[in-house]
């Protein structure tokens, strides 16, 4: 079974908005990352929380982890038209560093 | 710098036959993997490999195949394809096995008859 779930499955929002994805998990973790994936490509690397961490920013982006709830959430700010794409969580559970994928936010943002 | 680069983009088969699926990366990375995408379920790993010669099971091995006798090449067989087995498949290296991004491919859309 799939160690991440993500919330809420699909976002519409406006231009300038900001947007809220949210990930849990099952297991515990050496590290969280999030991807995207624009339509018909392949996943790009967002950004990268280590278990220690509670929260971390780059650029428009600000990921919080919260290992006691077992949960992560990404927050983009002022959100652009250009920001609409399907948004995943990993987890990276085992030493093997294989990474496990939740089943990913699509995020519509209008102009 | 080409990173991951997967081949073919797109294969349409006919139930039982078999194909491979080619993935080479040119980063040198250790770590390789092998992820279906179907609507609705996400990205789930099919087989990873931490380095030539060493391969493992990743959540959905069933049906396919893999082999790592290069660090650049992991290729993905499907032995006796299934409609099951329609999806986007994708790539994927990283260089540290212990933590580190993914860098993915553009993935291969197949579709089994």
């Known amino acids: 079974s799939q160690q991440g779930e993500e919330d809420p499955q699909a976002l519409s929002i406006q231009e300038g908005e900001n947007a809220t994805m949210n990930c849990s998990y099952k297991t515990s973790i050496n590290n969280l990352q999030w991807y995207r994936q624009n339509s018909g490509r392949g996943l790009v690397h967002l950004i990268l929380i280590r278990s220690n961490e509670r929260e971390k920013h780059s650029g428009r982006l600000r990921v919080t982890l919260d290992t006691s709830k077992k949960s992560s959430s990404l927050l983009i700010t002022a959100s652009r038209a250009a920001d609409t794409a399907s948004y995943f969580c990993a987890t990276d559970s085992s030493n093997t560093g294989k990474l496990i994928f939740g089943q990913g936010t699509t995020l519509q943002v209008k102009p | 710098n080409a990173g991951v680069t997967q081949t073919p983009k797109f294969q349409v088969l006919k139930t039982g036959q078999s194909m491979t699926l080619q993935c080479a990366q040119d980063m040198n990375h250790e770590y390789m993997s092998w992820y279906r995408q179907d609507p609705g379920m996400g990205l789930r790993l099919i087989h990873y490999?931490?380095?030539?010669?060493?391969?493992d099971q990743g959540e959905v091995p069933n049906g396919y195949n893999v082999s790592r006798s290069t660090t650049e090449d992991f290729p993905l067989r499907l032995l006796s394809a299934a409609p099951s087995q329609t999806s986007v498949y994708f790539c994927a290296s990283r260089g540290n096995r212990g933590a580190g991004e993914l860098f993915f491919g553009e993935g291969s859309r197949l579709t089994v008859l």
């Open positions: 490999s931490v380095g030539a010669g060493i391969t």
